[in-house]
T-cell receptor, first 110, second 108 residues
Framework: DVKVTQSSRYLVKRTGEKVFLECVQD?????MFWYRQDPGLGLRLIYF???????EKGDIPEGYSVSREKKERFSLILESASTNQTSMYLC?????????FGQGTRLTVV | GQNIDQPTEMTATEGAIVQINCTYQ??????LFWYQQHAGEAPTFLSY????GLEEKGRFSSFLSRSKGYSYLLLKELQMKDSASYLC?????????FGTGTRLQVFP
């Protein structure tokens, strides 16, 4: 079974804090993605990575950065969390015909 | 750029058949996924199409026409547990881009 694991299911952070969301996959997938999902807006792509140390901006990269030091791990970083970053964050990994999601992290910024 | 359209909401009756359409405009098309997402949960993989035609998997089938930029997900013998959101996602190059999803409600 493919496993995409996100480090936290629920997270509450204060405005201005630096926040790390971690995602690990165990299927040797090349591509990894970070999305946020908000009601009425669907899944919006923040960043993706197609190889170690490679990253590409998605549709809404502002306020976020990413790190892919190892193939299995893709981290999303909120340098200074703001209330408008309260959302469900979903990590996915893919290779060819497969694409699987982690369980999601519901982040609340207060 | 990319544009992916799905109906926002649909309703159907238990035991019936429902078709959820997805139209897209992208450059560098590399395939199309369908996902199911129950409220509060992560999306789960249903199907993948990269060539024209129909892919059947039990009660679910997915169709693709690349020339028309069109796909549909067909759900047969609907069950109450099929009430969920259904997400169409297009692979554009290495990117996986989602539509806003279709919320399906199945009534007894």
């Amino acid at each position: 079974d493919v496993k995409v694991t996100q480090s936290s299911r629920y997270l509450v952070k204060r405005t201005g804090e630096k926040v790390f969301l971690e995602c690990v996959q165990d299927m040797d997938h090349e591509n990894m993605f970070w999305y946020r999902q908000d009601p009425g807006l669907g899944l919006r792509l923040i960043y993706f990575s197609y190889d170690v140390k490679m990253k590409e901006k998605g549709d809404i990269p502002e306020g976020y950065s990413v790190s892919r030091e190892k193939k299995e791990r893709f981290s999303l970083i909120l340098e200074s969390a703001s209330t408008n970053q309260t959302s469900m964050y979903l990590c996915a990994s893919s290779l060819a015909r497969e694409a699987f999601f982690g369980q999601g992290t519901r982040l609340t910024v207060v | 750029g990319q544009n992916i359209d799905q109906p926002t909401e649909m309703t159907a009756t238990e035991g019936a058949i429902v078709q959820i359409n997805c139209t897209y405009q992208t450059s560098g098309f590399n395939g199309l996924f369908w996902y199911q997402q129950h409220a509060g949960e992560a999306p789960t993989f249903l199907s993948y199409n990269v060539l024209d035609g129909l892919e059947e998997k039990g009660r679910f089938s997915s169709f693709l026409s690349r020339s028309k930029g069109y796909s549909y997900l067909l759900l047969k013998e609907l069950q109450m547990k099929d009430s969920a959101s259904y997400l169409c996602a297009v692979v554009e190059g290495d990117k996986l881009i989602f539509g806003t999803g279709t919320r399906l409600q199945v009534f007894p």
